[in-house]
């Protein structure tokens, strides 16, 4: 099996489990201070759902990047989604005070995963970049989605609304202003 990392040749291995050629990679890229992105095995990308025999296993190639690269590129990714779910958002609140619950719940399903998303890039952000600005707002982004659940589980829905309207929305655009700043300014 032939390993390489960040396109160069790291090792021609034959006898070594997958478990101890994992842990030689991640020290090897952890000396680095380097990051995994992604891993191919045999020329497909490898996630959680890959079942390749490790007998068959002919070349794994793994793409580093830095945590500061990473972050950014994360950054840019919620600046051009977070406005979309923003949208989605506002038509959810929309369809709860006009009465359309169902409607506005089947979003609010959809919108769910945005949100969860939203909250491990805080999560993660804050690893890298552990200022008081950024765990402020994330402490804020929590206490209103516990907010906003207690809402549901009393089916109050225009409450919902108002927390999602006049607190979420304003929060995740605090947010994603935060992330401008930090991709403009380079401070990772």
Same mark, same amino acid.
């Given at each position: ?18 478990? #101890? &050629? ?6 090897? +890229? =952890?000396?680095?201070? %380097? *990051? @995994? ?32 690269? #990473? &972050? ?6 919620? +600046? =051009?989604?977070?406005? %979309? *779910? @923003? ?102």
């Amino acid at each position: 099996m032939r390993v390489t990392i960040d396109g160069v040749e790291y090792k021609e291995l034959s006898n070594t489990t997958g478990d #101890l &050629l994992w842990e030689e990679i991640r020290k090897t +890229i =952890e000396k680095q201070n %380097r *990051l @995994i992105h992604q891993v191919l095995v045999n020329g497909d990308l490898l996630t959680e759902n890959t079942n390749i025999p490790y007998n068959e296993v002919e070349l794994v190639e793994v793409d580093t990047m830095s945590p500061q690269k #990473l &972050l950014l590129d994360t950054f840019q990714s919620a +600046i =051009e989604y977070l406005p %979309r *779910l @923003i949208e989605g958002i506002s038509q959810i609140s929309e369809h709860f005070r006009s009465g359309a619950e169902g409607e506005g719940v089947k979003l609010y399903l959809q919108a769910e995963g945005g949100l969860n998303w939203n909250t491990q890039v805080f999560q993660n952000s804050l690893v890298f970049l552990p200022t008081q600005t950024l765990q402020s707002l994330f402490v804020r982004y929590g206490e209103i989605l516990n907010e906003i659940l207690m809402a549901w589980k009393n089916q109050d829905y225009i409450s919902v609304a108002d927390l999602l309207e006049y607190e979420l929305i304003p929060c995740m655009q605090e947010w994603i202003e935060y992330m401008k700043q930090q991709r403009e300014e380079h401070i990772l």
